[in-house]
């Protein structure tokens, strides 16, 4: 499984950088670059919802289970995610869209 790293802070499932969530799915269906993909797990953790989510969490993981859309990304292989480690970016993330996977690469 990939090492992720993640700098979205405001993520409910963030820990130290970490992400708790167990699995992940990034978004970027006809993405070229990295701003065209985002983490569509992503919860704002002041958020009503984010809150009632709050004890189901699990801990923060370096490995994690990567689901991605992305399919034009190098490392992408039938939606399954294969680079060692990657960034997942948004530091000012109040939503999904604010998010990135920093890790992309286009195929061509
Ligand atoms: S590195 Fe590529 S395949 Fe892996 S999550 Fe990021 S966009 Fe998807």
């Known amino acids: 499984m990939t090492v992720l790293n993640c700098s979205a802070t405001t993520c ?3 820990e130290n950088s970490l992400c708790s969530r ?3 799915e ?3 269906d006809q993405a070229h670059r990295s701003a065209e993909t985002c983490c569509s797990s992503f919860r704002d953790r002041n958020s009503q919802a984010a809150k009632n ?5 699990h801990c923060g993981c370096e490995r994690i289970q ?15 995610c294969t680079a060692a480690a ?3 970016d948004g530091p000012n993330a109040n939503k999904y ?6 890790t ?3 195929k061509h």
Not at 53 to 57: G, L, N, P
Request: hydrophobic share 25%.
């Open 66 to 80: 990567i689901d991605c859309k992305a399919q034009e990304c190098t490392y992408n292989e039938h939606c399954k």
């Open 104 to 106: 992309f690469v286009c």
């Open 53 to 57: 989510m709050a004890e189901k969490k």
């Open 26 to 28: 990034v978004r970027g």
């Open 22 to 24: 167990g699995e992940i």
């Open 12 to 14: 409910i499932y963030n």
């Open 86 to 88: 990657i960034d997942i």
């Open 97 to 102: 869209e604010d998010t990135q996977c920093g």
